[in-house]
């Protein structure tokens, strides 16, 4: 027992002092091998201990191994110490420029027609209506004699008209589709039509090529209160907040009452006279609309006895206008990336 | 139209102030566009009667006026003009009062004859139109001096700009915007405008007859004015006639309009001279028939034109204007008026037809009332003759204008459904004050006889329309509809275009949308041949210019134009743009549709970055970004090398996903490139959106237990052998362990002989049963490259 008492203090005081003077962790780990490795000073005297008189082994066994744990100890402290000096300077020694742009390319940009479109899409299918499509190429009964407008009515000055030969035309509005979804999938029936359309007309606030979404839900007992439960809802989302809704009469020959929805100035609440987006009504135009007049319905085969409905179209490019505060159509339509790509880096 | 206020006070009591008037007015849904005070500068001007004129002391070409201004005010002024007899009333601009241009007047000397303001011309008040002479305006006799000007002028009025809805053909006219306004608001009352219609005669003197020979002209009036003396109409009339947005003319002239703008029945004054034969017949014009029109032009015409003829000669253009032999002139001694009423599509398709929008013609294309031919006549010949324009020759007329009312039934329960209120005694207050009436008393239902000034209500919700517009829409309270029978679906064509917006976008790319049409040139640019359906695209009938004058047979040329448009205009960095669209192919009588997915990309002029080379775009970078699209609808796009017609012969690529051709990708052929002087590489990519909406489904891989092993094989190939082709020669060789292949070097030059390329491949080898032992791995590695090798494969 004596021996194996020598022979720890001896041990314990060379691996202090070792230990101490360290100044790194490979030195460390050499220190960790001398003494506690396979075929360390610690080792070799544990492997003594079965020379021991049998009495004296446990007190044996516990002093080595006590001596083993606090080295062991002081070997995981002195690493951390050691470590932490280590990464402490590479930190110091290091630096980068953190306000270098970043690599890879800089994020894309959305178009704002096709943005509002994919917003407007959501919150109208939030309450029910499925999109529906219909060409861009249209003939005239879709786009104006199934919506009551026969051919010479008046009517048709309201929209100047792009045709092409065989009677067919680039439709005016998406109305035509209220027709076609009617015949492909009957009442009840909610739809919204996203889509292009197109005109005979250009200038700041007018684009030969344009966005509508047309609105249509056949049911039972729809009244005026339902569509503009709807349309307000829809306002309050896209714009973000809730906005006064006024209505006018209007005319429109598929709807019967016809109105026009206004809201409440985006920009200024009515409270600047010389608003440039209201003109300083307070007021803004955001969508034609009615009650689906009976022979639309009949057109599209429905029984108008049974059922009735409301429709209505707005213009994605005036909304995209109002929301994102821009002022010329047709800058939309040309592609310039210093307007679409303004948060880019990459010019 | 234009409405001067003070005519309509004439005709209603307009009981609000007028920024509520218009208003309510518009809340109805008739638009007030605008209000406008005419000539608002011109103040202070007084009315005053010419007393002396004596000519200038010093200056022979000056009058000297002595004036009165009633009320003892007397003045001197100096005038130039020479149109001035003593006793004409003229307006004078005493000091202080201003001009229409804003010039205020003073006291000037005229070589020692002081002038007092000045009297003024037609164009000093702001109204040269009104203009009848050279000089001063001579007011009507019997004006009071001492007026201010502007109200004895009719200044003293608003004009409102008011937008009319085609539907409502009975609101362009005086009286029935007054009927409107006696509608819209319940305590206005109605000043009844009750014409003496004289009777009848049987026939015109020296006049044999009307004969209707069309059934579209279901009534004709026509009624004579004798001993006829053209003028110009009263100061008054001409004001009147100017505000509301048409020219004076000429008593007769002015007189018709003045009607037609008061009751909305378009006449016509014929010359009786310019007449061939003293009869009129309205018919069908014959086929190349023609006409001098009053405009000056030679109409040429087709059946389905409505004539006013005489003689078997065509003398006007019914209901959209007259014929210029019988326009009546100075030397006019007999005029014939004519009151008719004519079919609204008849006129619509004449006057749309020939491009001649006249006021006549937009009112009959909106319907006009046949009921108004008669008091139109008689109110027209009666202003002619108090106006001292000729005597009364007596009317005469052919026809019939039809029944005065028609019945249309209104339920409770419907007005219930629409406007959420049944209240049938509430509906038929507003309906009387708008004119319509009923017998009946039924609690559920009404019969209500319809004027025949509004053929616009005609079914059941059109009066609901009526009712509820008048009571006001604010009164509706909303609702969310309370049945969902379904969920709303956005569609799988519209999760494709999202996928490719939100990858294209992540991926900096620039969304756009571009024009459908597009300039034919930028079509035949791409230089496809005559049997490529592209090359031949549907053409617009009536363009707004060649630059978008035919359907876009792909997305290509669009995009092009986009790019070079920032490209001149100065933009420097790289351009990813990406658009989703039709393109539109034209398949005989028929226009086919398909939805496309385009690109174009330019590394641009300024390419350099701090991370170097590697930031550049090119074609690889490109595919990667179409592939990225493709998968993100779990779909698989494979390039093999192909053609087309403005790609780079040897840097096209055709995508084949789900085993078809879906596009292209592909570098800008040189030569065009040059055309456009791009000043770097331009690459394209055009692809069905098909496989896109069919997709969506992610695709996920199984988990594996145990490790793969990597091993790495290098050969040589020819140049122009493609990697995706020896890499499926690997993948057909391999054996059932092989996992995946990756291509991670392509290398030429030195140690490589000419022509060829060293390509290196990491293979990964997996067994899903255990793990691979690297001795099992070595020999089918092994076996792989003596098969290689036997395919003729130099490996290193
Ligand atoms: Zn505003």
């Keep these: ?347 | 139209m234009l409405v001067s206020l003070n005519w309509l006070r004439e005709l209603v009591d307009i009981p609000v102030d007028i920024e509520t008037f218009a208003k309510r007015l518009t809340d109805t849904g008739t638009e007030v566009e605008g209000i406008e005070e005419p000539v608002p500068l011109f103040r202070g001007a007084l009315t005053a009667k010419v007393d002396t004129i004596e000519i200038h002391p010093s200056r022979q070409d000056l009058f000297v006026l002595g004036i009165d201004a009633s009320g003892g005010r007397r003045a001197v002024c100096i005038t130039a003009a020479r149109n001035l007899r003593e006793g004409d009333i003229v307006p004078w601009g005493p000091p202080g009062s201003i001009l229409a241009n804003g010039t205020e007047i003073t006291t000037r000397d005229f070589e020692g004859v002081i002038s007092e303001g000045m009297v003024l011309s037609a164009e000093e008040i702001g109204l040269p139109e009104i203009a009848d002479e050279f000089g001063i305006l001579r007011l009507d006799p019997g004006t009071p001096p001492g007026e201010d000007v502007r109200k004895a002028l009719g200044l003293d009025d608003a004009i409102l700009e008011i937008s009319i809805t085609p539907n409502r053909g009975d609101l362009l006219s005086m009286v029935g915007i007054a009927r409107e306004v006696a509608a819209v608001f319940p305590e206005a009352a109605l000043k009844p405008l009750a014409p003496v219609i004289p009777p009848r005669a049987e026939s015109l003197e020296a006049f044999r007859g009307i004969t209707l020979d069309d059934p579209d002209c279901p009534y004709y009036a026509l009624g004579a004015i004798d001993n006829v003396q053209i003028k110009p109409s009263p100061v008054t009339a001409r004001v009147r006639l100017l505000l509301s947005g048409m020219r004076p003319i000429s008593n007769v002239v002015d007189a018709t309009n003045l009607v037609m703008l008061l009751i909305g029945q378009p006449l016509h004054a014929f010359d009786s001279a310019g007449l061939p034969d003293s009869e009129i017949t309205v018919r069908s014009a014959r086929k190349g028939e023609m006409i001098l029109t009053l405009d000056g032009k030679t109409r040429i015409f087709e059946e389905a034109d409505l004539l006013i003829t005489s003689g078997g000669k065509p003398i006007g253009l019914a209901g959209v204007m007259g014929g210029e032999e019988s326009e009546i002139s100075g030397s006019t001694s007999r005029v014939l008026l004519e009151s008719a009423n004519f079919q609204s599509i008849r006129i619509s398709r004449t006057s749309r037809k020939l491009g001649l929008p006249s006021e006549a013609a937009y009112r009959f294309a909106r319907f006009v009332d046949p009921f108004k031919v008669e008091p139109a006549l008689a109110i027209a010949m009666d202003l002619m003759v108090s106006w001292g324009a000729g005597v009364f020759g007596g009317w005469i007329a052919s026809g019939d204008p039809g029944c005065a009312t028609r019945k249309v039934t209104l339920s409770s329960g419907l007005l219930e459904k629409i406007i959420s209120t049944g209240d049938l005694d509430m509906a038929t207050t507003i309906l009387r004050r708008l004119g319509i009436t009923t017998a009946d008393t039924d609690p559920l239902k009404r019969v209500y006889e319809i004027p025949s000034a509004r053929p616009d209500i005609s079914i059941e919700e059109d009066l609901v329309e009526e009712v509820a517009r008048i009571r006001g829409y604010d009164l509706i309270k909303p609702a969310l509809p309370p049945v969902l029978h379904s969920t709303g679906d956005i569609t799988d064509r519209m999760r494709a275009e999202r996928a490719v917006r939100s990858t294209a976008m992540a991926r900096g790319y620039s969304e756009v949308i571009t024009y459908s049409f597009v300039s034919p040139a930028s079509i035949s640019a791409l230089r496809f041949p005559d049997t490529d359906i592209r090359s031949r695209p549907v053409a617009l009938s009536n363009p707004l210019s060649v630059d978008i004058s035919v359907l876009r047979t792909t997305l290509i040329p669009g995009l092009v134009q986009a790019a070079l448009k920032n490209i001149r205009s100065g933009w420097r960095g790289p351009i990813r743009m990406i658009e989703t669209g039709m393109v539109f192919i034209g398949k005989g009588e028929e226009v086919e549709e398909i939805l496309k997915m385009g690109g174009c990309v330019c590394p641009g002029m300024d390419t350099r970055s701090p991370w170097g080379e590697q930031a550049v775009d090119d074609l690889h970078s490109v595919a990667s970004d179409v592939m990225a699209i493709f998968a993100s609808r779990g779909k698989t796009l494979k390039l093999v090398p192909g053609s087309e017609p403005f790609g780079h012969s040897g840097k096209t690529a055709r995508a084949i996903v789900d085993g078809y051709d879906t596009g292209y990708l592909l570098e800008l052929k040189p030569e065009i490139e040059s055309e456009f002087e791009l000043p770097s590489a331009m690459y394209l990519f055009e692809l069905d959106m098909e496989p896109l909406i069919r997709g969506g489904n992610a695709v996920f891989g199984e988990v594996r237990k145990y490790p793969p092993v990597y091993r790495d094989i290098s050969l040589i190939a020819e140049e122009g052998v493609c990697a995706s082709d020896i890499l499926e020669l690997i993948r057909g060789l391999a054996g059932p362990f092989l996992e995946n292949v990756r291509l991670f070097d392509v290398y030429t030059g030195k140690g490589i002989p000419e022509g060829k390329r060293s390509l290196a491949f990491s293979l990964a080898y997996r067994d899903p049963e255990k793990t691979l032992r690297d001795e099992d791995v070595d020999r089918t590695h092994g076996r792989l490259r003596e098969l290689l090798m036997e395919k003729g494969i130099k490996l290193r």
């Design chain 1, 1 to 347: 027992m004596g021996i194996i008492a020598e022979d720890v203090r001896r041990i314990r005081s060379v691996f202090e002092s070792e230990l101490a003077s360290a100044g790194n962790l490979d030195e460390i780990q050499k220190i960790r091998v001398r003494f506690l490795g396979r075929k360390g000073e610690v080792t070799s005297l544990l492997k003594r201990l079965g020379a021991l008189p049998p009495e004296e082994r446990p007190e044996a066994g516990r002093v080595l191994n006590e001596l083993r744990d606090s080295m062991e100890e002081d070997i995981s402290r002195k690493e951390s110490e050691c470590e932490g000096k280590e990464v402490a300077l590479r930190e110091s020694g290091e630096w980068t420029d953190v306000t270098l742009p970043g690599r890879g390319r800089p994020w894309g940009a959305f178009h704002p027609v096709a943005q509002i479109a994919q917003e407007a899409i959501d919150i109208f299918a939030s309450m029910g209506f499925s999109v529906a499509y219909g060409p861009e190429v249209e003939d005239d009964f879709h786009n104006f004699e199934g919506l009551n407008i026969p051919p010479h009515h008046p009517a048709r000055d309201m929209q100047d008209t792009f045709y092409l030969e065989n009677s067919l035309l680039l439709r005016t509005h998406t109305s035509p589709v209220e027709v076609r979804s009617m015949k492909k999938w009957g009442a009840p029936l909610r739809i919204i039509v996203p889509g292009k359309t197109f005109r005979r007309d250009s200038d700041q606030t007018h684009s030969p090529m344009f966005h509508q979404l047309e609105g249509l839900l056949v049911d039972e007992n729809i009244s005026l209160a339902h569509l503009m439960g709807c349309l307000e809802a829809f306002a309050n989302r896209i714009f973000g907040r809730n906005l006064a809704a006024r209505y006018r009469g209007s005319y429109f020959p598929f709807t019967e009452p016809s109105l026009e929805m206004d809201v409440e100035c985006v920009v200024c609440s009515g409270k600047n006279p010389s608003c440039r987006i209201c003109k300083g009504t307070g007021w803004l135009e955001i969508s034609g609309l009615g009650m689906t007049h009976p022979n639309v319905l009949r057109a599209g085969g429905i029984d108008p006895t049974r059922y009735n409905g409301f429709a209505w179209g707005m213009g994605l490019d005036r909304i995209a206008m109002l929301k994102y505060g821009l002022n010329d159509l047709r800058v939309f339509f040309e592609g310039d990336l210093t307007f679409l790509n303004s948060t880019g880096g990459d010019r």
